[in-house]
């Protein structure tokens, strides 16, 4: 229990880090990703204000005050926008062939034979001879 109510979730980066480039990151999906986390710390401190008992240092209202607290909860989360901000960059760079990540283009030109795209026109599988016209 107390691994759960200490620890970051950090055993949940690597799947993201390895799932690949997805469409980008925009303003809705950031702050959808921040929901989460603030909703939270107003929960830490709703709880920690019943039972004076706080799970993180940087939050101990009883100990440290609520200026401190609030204002050190202020700086992680600041410190994590600047790290998705860092991200949502990283995300815009091109890649080694010179094209950006983003999907956002479905018309970008894919190198011949790749697997995201065929030569067949649209609405026929791959493969699959023309129906013939009566």
Do not use: Q
């Amino acid at each position: 229990m107390w691994a759960s109510t200490t620890s970051p979730p950090g055993p949940a980066w690597p799947p993201g880090w390895c799932s690949g480039p997805g469409p980008g990151s925009n303003r809705r999906t950031i702050g959808a990703a921040l929901v989460w986390p603030v909703a939270w710390i107003g929960y830490t401190f709703a709880h920690g204000a019943v039972t004076d008992w706080y799970p993180y240092p940087f939050l101990d209202v009883t100990r440290k005050g609520y200026a401190t607290a609030v204002t050190n909860t202020l700086l992680v989360v600041v410190l994590a926008v600047v790290l998705i901000g860092l991200f949502a960059l990283l995300d815009r760079l091109p890649t080694a062939r010179g094209r950006t990540r983003s999907a956002a283009d479905p018309d970008a030109p894919v190198r011949p034979g790749s697997p995201a795209r065929t030569e067949e026109p649209p609405g026929r599988p791959p493969g699959v001879a023309p129906t013939p016209r009566r």
